[in-house]
């Protein structure tokens, strides 16, 4: 079973940053990929990034594209990060980690069923 825990998430003004870490656990993430989606409220769950663990190959969202960066830890095995800058109030939202044996393009598309999810860190960006 695989267990995912994010941190990161906070209170932020707009223009700022926030890095968020997702850590896994529960079995080997060599063969996975690794993907962060969101939730605004009153919206549906949408992807932003996703990153293959073992060779690090990265997608992105349009609305990510140039302000977000997705990474993985080459040291700390089964953890990513998603390092994100010149935030918008729309990018408001609960931020959730997800990792599973699918192509990054399939994440990005969002046409999976996972049952691999954690329980989401919340961002707010706000003055």
């Known amino acids: 079973q695989v267990e995912l825990v994010e941190s990161g998430g906070g209170l932020v003004e707009p223009g700022g940053s926030l890095r968020l870490s997702c850590v896994g656990s529960?079995?080997?993430?060599?063969?996975?990929?690794g993907a962060w989606f969101r939730q605004a409220p009153g919206k549906e769950r949408e992807f932003v990034a996703a990153?293959?663990?073992?060779?690090?190959?990265?997608?992105y969202a349009e609305t990510a594209k140039g302000r977000f960066t997705i990474s993985r830890d080459n040291d700390k095995a089964n953890t990513i990060y998603l390092q994100m800058k010149n935030l918008k109030p729309e990018d408001t939202a609960v931020y959730y980690c997800?990792?599973?044996?699918?192509?990054?393009?399939?994440?990005?598309?969002?046409?999976?069923?996972?049952?691999?999810w954690g329980q989401g860190t919340r961002v707010t960006v706000s003055s």
């Open positions: 997800n990792a599973d044996s699918v192509p990054i393009a399939t994440m990005a598309r969002g046409d999976y069923e996972s049952n691999n």
């Open positions: 990153i293959t663990w073992s060779a690090g190959a990265t997608t």
């Open positions: 529960g079995r080997t993430f060599g063969s996975m990929a």
